[in-house]
């Protein structure tokens, strides 16, 4: 195409975008309600919620005793002997195996309930605009 003309249709493109976005919202709205009922609905916004705030504190965790110590495992091993290594190791990989359980939840929820997901992300979207 055209430069010029590209350039002429970038606003309308924009209002399109624009206009399409609540739509897509009012789409996802009317499924939501056709396939799962209200109360279902609020316990599964509200199952998201937990499990987003699981994993934000299973992250914080493991970025915390991540940044705790940056030895590395043969060093302390070196340093410290294995036993006392594996002792001084076990939050971080505690906290990697809980942020893996995290994950592994959102990842579960995500496939199960993707259009509540949607409805999700297209409301904090909006709440930001």
Known sequence: MDK???EILKPLSRTLEAVGRPLDVLALMVLAKEFYP???RARLYKRF??????DQAAFEVLSNAASADSMGWEARVKKYGEAAAKEQVAPHL????????TLAALS?????????VKLVEYRLQLAKQ
Do not use: P, W, Y
């Open 94 to 101: 505690n906290a990697l195996d809980k942020r893996k359980d």
């Open 38 to 40: 209200a109360e279902e």
């Open 49 to 54: 919620a937990e499990l987003q705030e699981a």
């Open 4 to 6: 010029e003309v590209v």
């Open 108 to 116: 579960k929820f995500r496939s199960e309930h993707g259009l509540i």
